[in-house]
């Protein structure tokens, strides 16, 4: 099964470039199948990950980053892949 991981949190004003490369340094141990960073409005910034697992898998993930850096805890979905009709 794969399941995706989705980490989102939003920047304190200004500080979008500082989560961004934030984000980008953590490494994950063992590393996921695939992992893809994007930025949105309002210094958001998404990090989904890819893993060959079950959907309650205990699997690593981005910690939270320092509380000067972001303007509220980060938000955490997991998803398991379906098979399209």
Do not use: K, N, S, Y
Not at 9 to 36: K, S
Not at 52 to 80: C, I, K, N, S, T
Request: proline fraction near 7%.
């Amino acid at each position: 099964m794969t399941v995706a991981l989705m980490w989102e949190a939003r920047a304190r004003e200004g500080r979008g470039e500082d989560l961004l490369a934030w984000a980008r340094e953590r490494e994950l141990a063992p590393a996921p199948l695939r992992r893809e960073t994007f930025r949105g409005p309002q210094d958001r910034v998404l990090v989904i990950t890819w893993w060959d697992a079950d959907h309650d898998a205990e699997l690593p993930e981005l910690p939270e980053p320092d509380g000067e850096l972001v303007m509220r805890a980060v938000h955490r979905w997991r998803f398991e892949a379906v098979a399209d009709r």
